[in-house]
Each structure stands twice: as structure tokens, then as C-alpha cells.
């Protein structure tokens, strides 16, 4: 049953995602893309990973589309710039590309002896014994908290400089500043 | 029917690649970083795959590392993405207030 | 004593380096009174340790080490000074004519601008040859041999503005790099043979040692010999290494330096001894290069060439007594040469002074009235070259004769030898005296005579203007004249080769044979030139005497023969390399070629970077695949 639920979401993911990269109008791809991590969260709850899929929820399908949605709301593109103007060759070789990478990277799922070696086993099936709370939120908290802290401490001096990088790329700088400090930049030459 | 590891891999294998579709044949800026967001699921995912593998009977012999693991790496992977999101999505704005432009093909400062 | 053989070289050196590095703001007194000093003082150590060498028991030497000079893992060169009876005559000799020579050229090259330079080079010269002399290894001896081929080089280019002389300079370098060669490898095959460069340890073993070994190491060394000695085939550059300064001719290419190669030999007389295949090629080689440079002195008109070719003719002699394995005698020939020699030098440049640097003998003549002392001491000179009875050259070579004739050793055609030598005298004798009877007999032609040749000064002096040269350079004269007067008395064979047996029979009428041939030579050339000069002019005008006198006028073509069997196909070659490997191949292809292949590559790889963040994700991509790719098909999956 579990098994069926993860083929089913995988089969509707992959869907949701070439729909995401394909539609013309962004706002479409967002709201595909919180379909796409939604059922990325259920394949997450078959997993065992009960923290995971709530979390994904949150941050994916909550915090960054929020923010997605609200930078295309904030630039509010007109249909002319929505028109991307990409030549069929390029989309050509973009998908010849991608499959080409899928086709290598089946390959080498294929043939690695490791994962082979995992051959039939259910990963919706039963769990080692001293695995038995593995996903589940205490664990996590222990493990991160203890086992994991010096990365855990990294991250968020990662995200903090993120937050301070986001602040000053999107202050925007009084007129009077931005005469002395701004060098003259190349105009692009084509602009659409 | 069981869901074996491989099965999962190949999924992954195709999210992550239509993700990279997705970088290489659009030309809004925003678009293209919601296909890399589609490639670090894609990759979470398959992290998931193998920490799942290595709790069951079959698979704890081969964990080098704790059960819970692979929960902590997905936690890594999905804080960097919210901060590459945040990072990415601010320099659109800068540049889109700059050029008037989310296309892609309008940055070509890096030639030198 | 014994404890200062070491400044027997460093007196001289540090002149030269007094006089190199100071003697511009010295003045020329200072660097005339440094240069001749330095030697002097040299000559002074020479003669005492010489003293203690001759009163000693015979095999007694001074040593003197100063420890290594090259430390190469098993390979240990030791800077080391011996004087034993050999080294202490050659001492002697170098430093007692040099400073004769030193002496005279203060007055001969009084008001050179390069008068300090010309005194450096000398003194460096004096060091560098009595290192060579009295080097106890035979490294230390190459550096002595390459530093007086260096100075030889200098001095014969030392008026470098005439083209003629940097040539001639260059020449005579290239030339002994071809000995120096051989040289060379002969050390390295010594090495590889005794495994010491001493030649205390050489001479004890050379006994023992294979035989074609020997024979090697000795051809080998034979050749370096070749080139420094001036022997054939390697003579070319002694004649015209004459465009140097007189005093230079004089000291290095007559008394000091050119004898080296006979030094070599004598050193090393043991080691040659065991190949006497060498010693057959060695006399062989002396004797033909005795008769041939004679045979071109004949024809000769420039005043110092005729005196070349004499001094390699005379070199020849003294190899084919090397040859004989009588390397006593040949040190015999060696010494009394060296002062006759250089007595001729001197006096030819005494000549070349009063004449104000003329040196064509045909604008000579009838000198004798003016320049009295000068004719009476070259009369000296030539008598003792010719071989006059009594004189030193009369004794040394007919020594040489007697060896060649009935002496030493088990050497091949000694008949033949001993008839070239003996031949070689008599033409001695006649070009010696063609030569006197030129410059100081018949009548003045200086004046009136039309240019001669392009190179000497057309002066056009008047006979009454030829003054005699001052006196610095008289007394250098008359002391040689006195030693190759009286030097065929010293009995340096016996000392230095105690053990030498030299028949006796035969040396009685060998000496009046010699004698006889001296004066029948000298006679002839008086009688020819100064009574019967039409004779001449109608034999050379005569269809055989034309051809011989075009054959001996032209040196026999022996340059002109280099020119076109080694100089020319060795310049083809260097065309070849310069146009084909230089030009195409490291020019055209490999430094534009790369340029070029580089800045290709570069237009062709800056498409790659079109400044599009899409074109760079693509290249990413196929970055990605490619190295996917490979670690696949690498892992063989």
C-alpha cells in the first residue's frame, strides 16, 4: 500500500515538475511547484521521515514560495516580458542534455554494485530494531543537537550571513548615495 | 509490491534532471530558481532514500553513521536552500531595479 | 725554500692582477716596475729551489699542496706544486726569459696605450705557465694549458682594432681547442685507467698497465700536444699568431708556451714509453713538421713569419727526439731554443722598432751599418738556430741527430728520420742566413722599394733615420745572445735522465757531420743571396724553381686545403643547422609556432565565454556529463 501511494506521488512529481519548468508564466510554476513539494512531503511521510515532510511543508510549500510569490508579485512582469524568447535549438539541446545526464546517472544506479546489492528490499518494510525511532522529532532533536552541533552551528552562521546579504542586495540606496558609490555600469546591449 | 531502493534513485535521478532542464532552457530568473529548488528536493529525496535503506535489517550493516543521520543532512540541505533562495531571490530584485529585467541572458557582465 | 715554491706562480698572478685591475691610474712606470718585479721575483724563488733540487740526490723534489681544489665523490683534484729537476729547468727557463722579455718590452711598448693591459696579460701569462709547469697532477697542469692558450689568444689580438689580428687571434684558439680536446680526453681516459690524476702515481704505473690503454691515453694527450706545440696538422695557427706584439711572439710562441706539448711528453715520458706506437707517430709527425715548416720558411718575406715557421720547424725537432724517448734531449732543445729564440724574436723586433713597425724584409737590407748591435747579436742568433759549431743550438741539435741517428729505444724508420733531420739543418742554416743576408746585408730597399704588401706601414724611411733601439731592450739582447752562446754546455740531459744511455760511438762524427751541414747551409745562403742574386731570380722564373717557389710561398696550401676540406663543409653544416633547426624549426615552429598556437587556441576558446550565465550552466552541464561519463566507463561499469 505504502509502496503504491510512493508511485503514485513519484509518477504525479515528475509530472508537476516538467509541468514547473514548462509553463510560460511563473505564477503557474509556483503554485505547480508547492503541488511538487506537497507530494515531495507525502513520498517523505512513506520514507519514515515524519520531522522531514512537515518541515518540508513549512519551509519549501510555506516560507520560500511565499518568497517566490512575493518577488513576482513585487516585479509584477507585463506578457511581453513574460515572453522568454528562447529559441527551439536551445530547448533542444537543454532536453538532450537533461536526458543525456537522467540516462548516465540511471546508468550508474544501474550498475553500482552497492545499490544493486540492496536488490528487493522493501523500504516500506520493517525497521532494525535499534532504528526503531529513527525520523521522529526526539531523535532528530538529540542527534542535532548533540552529535550534530558543529554543523548545525555553521548552518546557521550560513543563514545569518544569507539574511544579511538578502538586506543589503535589496536596500535600496537614496539618490544622493548612489552618485558617489555607484561606478557606471555597462549597459546591456540588447534589452528586450 | 515492494518499493525497492533503486526504484527511488531513478526518481530522483529524474527530478534532479528535470530540474536541470529547467536551469538551462528558461530565461526568467525566477523560474530557474525553482528548478533548482526541483534539483536539492530531488536530491533530498535521495538522501532520504538511502537513510531509509539503512534502517532496515538488510541495509544497517552498510551505515557507517547514526540512524538519524540522513534527517540531519536534509535538514543542511534544506536550510542552504532557503538561504540560496533568499540570496538569489534579492539579487533578482537588485538586478531587475538595475536593467528592468528578470531574462537571464541580459547578465553578461562576466565577459570580461 | 721548499715552503715558497707557492709564489713562484702567485708572484706573477698577483701582478696581473695589480696591473689588470690598477694599471690605468698606475702610470707605465709603475706597471713596467710591478710586471718585472713580480717576475723577477719568481725567477729568484725558481733559482734557489732550483739549487736545492740540483744539489740534492738525484729523484729529490720540492712538493707544496694546498689541499683539493675538486671533490667530485671519488674524484679529488688537489692544488699541489712539485719541483722536481724537470719542472725546475722549465721553471728556470720561463721565468729567466720572461723576465729578459719583460725587461725588453718595457722599451719595445713604451707609449701603447694598452701598455698596462699589454703587462696584465703578461704577467697572467707567466702565472698560468708556471702553474702548467709546476702542477703535480695533470688537471691542474690542463689549467695552466688553458690559461696560457687564453692569454696567447689575448696577445695575439692585443691590437684588437686590425681585423687581421683578431682573426688570427680567434684562430689560434680555435685550432688548440681541437688539441685541447684530445687533451681532455686523454685526462678523462687517465682517470679511467689509474684512477688518480698525480703524475707521480701515472709514471709508477704506467708500467703496468694494459698497452692499448697506454697507447691511447698517449695519442690522445699526443693530440693536445699537436695543437699547443704547433706539429702538424694542428700548425696553421703559429705563423699567424705572429700579429701579436713582438716580445708576445718572442715569449709565448717561441720560448715558453709552445713547448709545452713537449713538456707533456717529458712529463709523462714513462707513460709514453709503454706505447710505443705513439712514440713511432710522434717522431714521425716532428720530423715531417721539422721539414715542411722549413721547406715554407725558404719563401717567406715577412721578417717574423720566417721565424715562425723556423720555431715550429725547431719544435719538430724536439718531438721527434720525444719521439726517440730521449725527452732529456728534447728539454735540451727545449732550453737552448728557448734562448736563441727568443733572441731572434727580440732582435727581429729590435729591427721592426728601428724601422718604425716595418716587417717585409724585401724593405729592408744593408742594416748592419746602422744598427750594429743588433746585427752582431741576430748574427749570434742565427748562428746558434743554424746549428754553428760551438753554439747552444749546434750541441742540442745534433744531440737530437745522434739520438735519431744511433739512440734510444726500438723506434721504426729511424734511417729516414734521421735523414730528414739532418736535411732540415741544412735548410735551417740557409734560411736563417736568406734571412740575414735580407735584412742586414746588400743594400737599403726601404725607401724606395714600392709597397710590398697591404699590411706593412708605408713608412718610406730613410736608411739615416734608423736609429738603434734603446737600451732596456739591448741587455735583454745580449744576455741571450751570451746564453745561446754558451748554453750548449750545460749538460741537461744527464741531469735530468741520470740513467739515459746515449751511445757514444758515433757522437764524434755525428757532431762534425752536423757542423759541417750548418756551415755548408750557411754558406750557401751568403753565397746565393749576396753574390749571385740573378742566379735566383732566373731559377725562380724557371718553370720548376716557379713551381717550388709558389709551393713554398703559398705554405703549400695547407690553409687553403683546410679552408675547403674542413672549414667549408663545417660552414654548410652550421648554414644548415642555422637556416633548418634555428630558423625553422626552433624560430618558426617552436617559438611562433606556440605563440601563434596559443593565441589560435585563445579565439578559438574566448566563443566559450560570451559573458551568458545560460552558456555557462551548459558548459557546467557537459562539464558534469563528461565526468560522469568517464568515471563510469572508468570503473567498467
Redesign the interface.
Known sequence: MDALVFLISGILMIASGLLVVTRKNPVYSAILLVVFFLLTSLNFLVLRSPFLAVIQVLVYGGAIMVLFVFVLMLLNLTEEELDEKVEPARKLLAGAGSVLLFALLAWAIHSSERIQAAGDTDLTGPVNDSAARAGETREIGQSLFSEHILPFEFTSILIFIAIIGAIYLTKTRSANERRTTEPAVEQPEERA | ???????????C????????????????I??I???L??ML?GV??AI??F???F??????A?SGT????S??F???V??????????G??????V????????????????? | MDKLIFLIPLLPFLGFLVNGLLGRRLGDRAVAIIGCASVAGAFAISVSSFLQVYDAKPDTFLQQDFGAWIQAGDLSVSFGLVIDSLSGVMCLVVTGVGLLIHIYSTGYMKGDAGYYRFFAYLNLFMASMLVLVAADNIVLMFLGWEGVGLCSYLLIGFWYKGLANCSAGIKAFVVNRIGDLGFLLGIFAIWAVFDSFKFSDIVADAATKDSSAAFWICLLLFVGACGKSAQIPLYVWLPDAMAGPTPVSALIHAATMVTSGVYLLARLGPLFDAAPGVLTIVATIGALTALLAALIAFSQNDIKKVLAYSTVSQLGYMFLAAGMGAYSVAIFHVVTHAFFKALLFLGAGAVIHSLHHEQDMRRMGGLRRRLPWTFALYLIGGLALSGFPLTAGFFSKDEILHVAHSGLGNIGPRGVLWGIGLLTALFTAFYTFRQIALVFFGSYRGASEPQASEESAAHGLELDKVKESPLSMRIPLIVLAALSLTGGFLAIPHFLQPGIEIPEDGKISGLIIGGIVSIAGIAAALTIYLRFPQALKGFISSAPGKLAHRLSSRKFYVDEIYQKLIIRPIGIMAEICFYVVDRLIIDILLVHGSGFGASALGHLLRRLQDGRTPTYAAWFLAGAIVVLAVTLWAAGG
Do not use: H
Not at chain 2, 534502517?55 to 544497517?60: D, K
Not at chain 2, 547514526?66 to 543521520?69: E, F, L
Not at chain 2, 534544506?78 to 540570496?87: H, Q, R, S
Open positions: 509490491m515492494t518499493l525497492s531502493l533503486d526504484l527511488c534513485l531513478y526518481l535521478a529524474a527530478v534532479f534532471s528535470i530540474g536541470v532542464y529547467g536551469v538551462l532552457s528558461r530565461q526568467n525566477i523560474v530558481l525553482m528548478s529548488e526541483l528536493n533530498n529525496l532520504i532514500s537513510g531509509r535503506y534502517i532496515t535489517p538488510e541495509g544497517s552498510l547514526g540512524a538519524s543521520s534527517q540531519i536534509v535538514i543542511i534544506l536550510a542552504i536552500a532557503a538561504a540560496e533562495a533568499a540570496v531571490l534579492a539579487i533578482l530584485l537588485a531587475y531595479r538595475r536593467w528592468r529585467s528578470a531574462r537571464v541572458s541580459d547578465m553578461r557582465l562576466l565577459k570580461g
